[in-house]
């Protein structure tokens, strides 16, 4: 197998995760943008006028107060019968935000249709109005609407790009975990060494010699290097009997013959 071959290879074993979970995240997003129902948004904006000139201070705090009531039961209370929610419904397509530098409320409302987000928020934006306004004598200011929410041309949710790249995205941190995981498990692994390749069919295999074993001498020995002795050679030069049980009883009858024949 060439070089390339086995470069993809490896690319492809440790990279494979990766790989198959990006496009699958992003088919995922793809298709919860297409099952999922549209939602739409429409914002209508409240300002806050101070009765007393020089009270632009004042006017920017009684602001942030009353964008935090605009999503309470008692601004929600009239702007409920009017679009046909119950308190539940339109507190959760209902939220109002502020400016810390600016005496406004931005009130935006949601719904599944244009029309119905813009008419949402619209009724909720008239009922703080006359809530606020039954005060004003106590606070000092007075809210007026600054400009009515308009129907959206298209819808905020879902939106396809965004769904697709969350979903590669989710992927993709899944794929890298999964390869993470499978690198570690790898490393704890042992290595298995490869089993030698056989030979080609009618190469004879190589016949191994085994080497005469050396004797251990010192550096003055003259045996030093020489092979060693077979255990009967050695036993004979030493001058013992190497013929077993026999060999031990050969000596003595010899000596009797000896004796018999001085007789």
Known sequence: MTTPRRSARRLVRRWWPVALAVPLGAAAGAGYAVVSHPSYSASAYVLVVPQNTGEAATATNFAQAYGRLAGQPQVLAAAAADTGHTLTELGNLV?????????????????TQAREAARTADAVARSLVSFANTSSRDTNVRLVTLAPAAAPDKPTTPSGSLDVAVGGSAGLLLGALVMMTRRRGDAAAPAVPEAPADPAPGTPRPRTEEAPAR?????????????AEKPAVAEKAAGKPTGGAGAEGELPAKQKAATGSAR
Do not use: C, L, Q
Request: glycine fraction near 20%.
């Open 95 to 111: 939220h109002g935000t502020t400016s810390p530098d600016a005496p406004m409320i931005e009130i935006t409302g949601t719904g």
């Open 215 to 227: 004797t251990a001498a010192g550096p003055g020995d003259r045996n030093a290097g020489k092979p």
